[in-house]
T-cell receptor
Framework: NAGVTQTPKFQVLKTGQSMTLQCAQD?????MSWYRQDPGMGLRLIHY???????DQGEVPNGYNVSRSTTEDFPLRLLSAAPSQTSVYFC?????????????FGEGSRLTVL | RKEVEQDPGPFNVPEGATVAFNCTYS??????FFWYRQDCRKEPKLLMS???SGNEDGRFTAQLNRASQYISLLIRDSKLSDSATYLC???????????FGQGTELSVKP
């Protein structure tokens, strides 16, 4: 049972490069989301989706794009990487969107932007 | 003011101690509350939900005070394996957004 799978686990980018963090879940969850975690800041919501074809912005959406073409996949795209986007990124999913109590997280993607 | 605030700690306690973490939230319309646990360099995992009447799960007790917009987590008889960061999480009822506090670090020493 894979749960939530994120790739890559580690990535180093140069300023201005673009990349996509992949996230897939095999639990048929409606709700998927992306968080970033920085020291002393906790997890901050970037974007989320309550179902295929539906996405919305979280607290810190600038510099990131998402799409949800299938229930299983929710990729996060960095359009033009900046050093401020150096962080640990977590993808998470939940069965129901209206009561997202138990989020299931991926193992995280550690991104460094030079 | 942050939507969810916690004392970052660290809390350093001996094995067997009782330790309490507090969390405040700013949105009075929030309906759902949770505690998550995060081990070093790992993903967060749900520890327990917090119900209005308070709830207990073994050595862990969670309390909610809606009037004061305050959540607590009590850990009794601390174990070395309880060492982790504890995250307070609130559903602010705006389309299912879960808001995380910055976490409280606990270190249990022998």
């Amino acid at each position: 049972n894979a749960g939530v799978t994120q790739t890559p686990k580690f990535q180093v980018l140069k300023t201005g490069q673009s990349m996509t963090l992949q996230c897939a879940q095999d639990m048929n969850h409606e709700y998927m989301s992306w968080y970033r975690q920085d020291p002393g800041m906790g997890l901050r919501l970037i974007h989320y989706s309550v179902g295929a074809g539906i996405t919305d912005q979280g607290e810190v959406p600038n510099g990131y794009n998402v799409s949800r073409s299938t229930t299983e996949d929710f990729p996060l795209r960095l359009l033009s990487a900046a050093p401020s986007q150096t962080s640990v990124y977590f993808c998470a999913s939940s069965y129901r969107s209206e009561d997202t109590g138990e989020l299931f997280f991926g193992e995280g993607s550690r991104l460094t932007v030079l | 003011r942050k939507e969810v605030e916690q004392d970052p700690g660290p809390f350093n306690v001996p094995e067997g101690a009782t330790v309490a973490f507090n969390c405040t939230y700013s949105n009075s319309a929030s309906q759902s509350f949770f505690w998550y646990r995060q081990d070093c360099r790992k993903e967060p995992k749900l520890l327990m939900s917090v119900y209005s009447s308070g709830n207990e799960d073994g050595r862990f007790t969670a309390q909610l005070n809606r009037a004061s917009q305050y959540i607590s987590l009590l850990i009794r008889d601390s174990k070395l394996s309880d060492s982790a960061t504890y995250l307070c999480v609130v559903n602010n009822n705006q389309g299912g957004k879960l808001i995380f506090g910055q976490g409280t670090e606990l270190s249990v020493k022998p």
